[in-house]
């Protein structure tokens, strides 16, 4: 049997009784409707963001997106458009985006310890203009999602210096983790051998970033 809570807080009411509202400064009234100068030159300076949508009955998506900065187009004060790169077709995101429209983005800058999040709404778009602008090695990208701006601010630092995420010599060490291979041969039941699998997705890295 799974873990059950015996002190669950459930209002608003409880948790303000625990941790008051931000006092009065900057953190109550930092976020802005827009992307001004300041979250412009941030996005277009981000190699990585991580995209977050729900579907219909609120199960969440979170899915990474990386190219090199300046791949998220900053088309207005009020606009963004990101790139869909080859991937591996599920378009989880893609397919929350159709039903609820609803998404949040969370951009990183390597050597930075701060972040820039950005609420709105989302469409899934073909504009051939657009696209075209966004390719790279000559690959046209196939789709984009639209963002239309609710809602930008800066994060803090706090959670990536706590984290020492740009302090590789801090980092716990990689031996005995899983292979991507490894996990997907258990994960799936498939009849593949790791050998197989493991040849794949070096091919996906080493070869097959922008192409099919």
Known sequence: MSYQPTDVVSTEQDLRSIVPKPPHGTQDVKVID?????????IERSPFLVMTTSDLEGR???SPKGDPAG??????????AIPDRPGNRRFDGFLNILQTGRVGLLFFVPNRNETVRVNGTAQVVRDLQLRESMAIKGRVPELAVLVHVEE????????IIRS???SPEKAAPTDGLPTYAEANVD????DYTLEQVTKWFDDNDKNRLYDE
């Open 34 to 42: 827009h992307i001004d100068r300041h979250c412009r030159v941030w």
């Open 60 to 62: 969440l998506d979170c």
């Open 71 to 80: 791949f998220v187009k900053v088309i207005d004060e009020k606009t963004l």
């Open 152 to 159: 930008a601010f800066y994060h803090c630092g706090k959670a």
């Open 164 to 166: 020492g995420l740009w």
């Open 187 to 190: 994960h799936t039941g498939r």
